[in-house]
């Protein structure tokens, strides 16, 4: 059965090629039309071309599209899966250098923060008219969003849209591989972890090794030490462990292990010069994200010419193929997912976007119930939430004090009076104005 797959932000070097790799390494989706929607057509153009190769390579029946009007790419879809950045680097830079001068260094900026409040603004206007068109055009259609801020984000289509919407991150699964190196395990099956919370923030509360407590186990291994000292030395700066580490000595639970986000979500690490060494904190600078971007746009040509590495001839650990096989072949597949709180996480606000362990089939998504969160951490979480739920409203509506009231309660701002917040607001949302339609005439 041919199935219309369509990538929005299909000329994504970063995602592109990993998810047409996995898609493509997927039986149940043979014979299926890729339909590579971005309005930079040089950038599209470069993924069609390495998935026509790769194709060819694996002998897998795809029909690739490149469409520029969303319009045309959107109509009939089965499939949605979301990779873009309203902005792209030029908007995001001013999400790192404005908050700077208030004492707010921003390691990612995409989620917490000023920047991640930034990031929603221009990003929820976009994602409004995405599912208006979703609505209208592709009504029997599965959305997959890995944009962010992912939470802000993944609600704004699960109000705006009657279809199914999850949010995906790999958060969980390197935190997995982060495991397996510290406990020496072979396989991700090794580990049985209950995890709950929100992207980017949450916690694993029950962990087990090879069918052993594994938090005893941790805490035989520190014998009383860090983290650090567990941790191989060429794996410590992509990862705070010294975060994770003081995190896992306040609550006894690990949290996010995967990369730089963790610090952003409260207020001790960021908010001073003293602390970005105290806690050997690695910033990503625009520059570094750009030069990263030209080496993968480079890469991809390389191999469109050359040779395709083998690793793209294997599946990835994202989930987006598992999530669109399962309803293909109405088989069960679970695994880290956002989804709108109907309980599955007891004790924090209802209708949050949060991220749990989800059960994909042919019905839809449906959130594994964890049970409450334990303290500091659910406090911790549920402020997390209130910030990113008053972000949604305020961007949907146009409500701009709503969105300065968002921005003083969150954690990265606390060391700020109010006058200082809101020019701070004001300043960041006139560098961005130029995507902010909701917020006409009134900056």
Request: net charge negative.
């Amino acid at each position: 059965m041919s199935r219309r797959i369509v990538i929005v932000g299909g000329g994504s070097a970063g995602w592109g090629p990993k998810l047409m790799s996995d898609l493509m390494l997927t039986p149940a989706l043979s014979g299926s039309t890729y339909v590579l929607h971005d309005f930079n057509a040089t950038n599209a153009n470069r993924i069609a071309n390495f998935a026509r190769k790769l194709a060819a390579k694996l002998g897998a029946s795809a029909d690739i599209v490149v469409e520029g009007d969303p319009e045309q790419a959107l109509t009939g879809a089965d499939f949605i899966i979301i990779t873009i950045s309203t902005g792209g680097l030029s908007a995001m830079a001013h999400d790192l250098a404005i908050p700077e001068d208030y004492s707010i260094y921003h390691t990612v900026g995409d989620t917490m923060g000023p920047g991640g409040w930034a990031r929603t603004m221009r990003n929820v206007p976009v994602f409004v008219q995405m599912a208006e068109r979703i609505n209208r055009l592709a009504p029997n259609a599965v959305v997959l969003n890995y944009t962010n801020p992912m939470a802000q984000l993944t609600k704004t289509l699960a109000i705006s849209t009657s279809r199914p919407v999850v949010g995906l991150c790999h958060g969980l699964f390197e935190g997995l591989e982060a495991l397996q190196r510290l406990f020496n395990l072979e396989s991700e099956d090794d580990i049985v972890a209950t995890y709950g919370g929100v992207n980017h923030f949450f916690f694993i509360t029950q962990l087990a090794i090879k069918g052993q407590d594994g938090y005893a186990m941790l805490r035989e291994k520190l014998a009383g030490g860090s983290l650090m000292d567990l941790v191989p030395q060429e794996y410590r700066e992509h990862v705070h462990w010294w975060a994770v580490d003081e995190i896992l000595k306040a609550t006894g639970m690990l949290t996010y292990m995967a990369d730089r986000h963790i610090v952003e979500f409260l207020p001790q690490y960021l908010t001073s010069k003293e602390n970005l060494e105290r806690y050997h904190i690695h910033r990503t600078t625009i520059q570094e994200r750009q030069d990263n971007m030209r080496r993968a746009e480079q890469h991809i040509e390389e191999m469109t010419s050359g040779t395709i590495p083998d690793h793209y001839l294997e599946r990835s650990r994202e989930t987006a193929a598992d999530i669109i096989g399962a309803f293909a072949t109405g088989k069960q597949f679970v695994d880290v997912g956002n989804t709108i709180n109907t309980g599955q996480i007891s004790n924090v606000p209802l209708g949050a976007v949060v991220e749990t362990p989800v059960l994909v089939n042919a019905t839809g998504f449906h959130a594994v119930t964890i049970g409450g969160l334990p303290e500091p951490a659910r406090t911790w979480v549920e402020r997390v939430i209130r910030v990113e739920d008053m972000q949604v409203q305020a961007a949907m509506a146009g409500d701009l004090e709503l969105a300065f009231e968002a921005l003083m309660l969150d954690p990265l701002c606390s060391h700020l009076n109010l006058d200082q917040i809101r020019e701070m607001g004001l300043r960041l949302l006139r560098a961005n104005q130029q995507y902010l339609p909701q917020f006409a005439g009134k900056l």
